[in-house]
T-cell receptor, first 117, second 114 residues
Framework: DTEVTQTPKHLVMGMTNKKSLKCEQH?????MYWYKQKAKKPPELMFV???????INESVPSRFSPECPNSSLLNLHLHALQPEDSALYLC????????????????FGSGTQLSVL | GDSVTQMEGPVTLSEEAFLTINCTYT??????LFWYVQYPGEGLQLLLK?????DKGSNKGFEATYRKETTSFHLEKGSVQVSDSAVYFC?????????????FGTGTRLTIIP
């Protein structure tokens, strides 16, 4: 199994809603990532988890709250989002993270297309 | 900081044409270089990579050579197909403590017409 599975594929939410994005991989990867991608732009890194611990937070607003319940799962909890948060949210994984892993490939999921009304 | 500069798109070619998408980079240390491809409605997939100077990455008829002297990693394919229509991202990672993340270029949208 070489897939990263993301659910849901599409999500529409109001600014007062609370929702969660889910990501799962069964490749035994120890690093998992959340990226945000606006239309016609490259992905922007939001968070990196390594061995289930948060390693990188790219100054993301607190209305985005990541969680890594175990080595296969990664969640992104959303609360009080703004319309400008509408984007494609991509999850990715790799075997490892850090200086020894810089030549590793990332495996990306297909993303959740989020619209905030 | 590290950065990647990619050829502006969109690029439109006829089927069987020769493709070049230019990519240059700025990085401290010795980066690994990547080309990722994003097909419509999907996430990114690794197309090819090179981890040291003069390495050539290749996959599905695409090639790119790591040129340290010109800090470039241009993507080429001899004969493109309609199925190659996608957005192509050049990217790098460096083993610099605290900056090991993947840095992407802006992406080049490629459309192949029959």
């Amino acid at each position: 199994d070489t897939e990263v599975t993301q659910t849901p594929k599409h999500l529409v939410m109001g600014m007062t809603n609370k929702k969660s994005l889910k990501c799962e991989q069964h490749m035994g990867h120890r690093a998992m990532y959340w990226y945000k991608q606006k239309a016609k732009k490259p992905p922007e890194l939001m968070f990196v988890y390594s061995y289930e611990k948060l390693s990188i937070n790219e100054s993301v607003p607190s209305r985005f709250s990541p969680e890594c319940p175990n080595s296969s799962l990664l969640n992104l909890h959303l609360h009080a989002l703004q319309p400008e948060d509408s984007a494609l949210y991509l999850c990715a994984s790799s075997q490892d993270w850090g200086r020894a892993a810089t030549n590793e490939k990332l495996f990306f999921g297909s993303g959740t297309q989020l619209s905030v009304l | 900081g590290d950065s990647v500069t990619q050829m502006e798109g969109p690029v439109t070619l006829s089927e069987e044409a020769f493709l070049t998408i230019n990519c240059t980079y700025t990085a401290t240390g010795y980066p690994s270089l990547f080309w990722y491809v994003q097909y419509p409605g999907e996430g990114l997939q690794l197309l090819l990579k090179a981890t040291k100077a003069d390495d050539k990455g290749s996959n599905k008829g695409f090639e790119a050579t790591y040129r340290k002297e010109t800090t470039s990693f241009h993507l080429e394919k001899g004969s493109v197909q309609v199925s190659d229509s996608a957005v192509y991202f050049c990217a790098l990672r460096t083993p610099n403590f605290g900056n090991e993340k993947l840095t992407f270029g802006t992406g080049t949208r490629l459309t192949i017409i029959p």
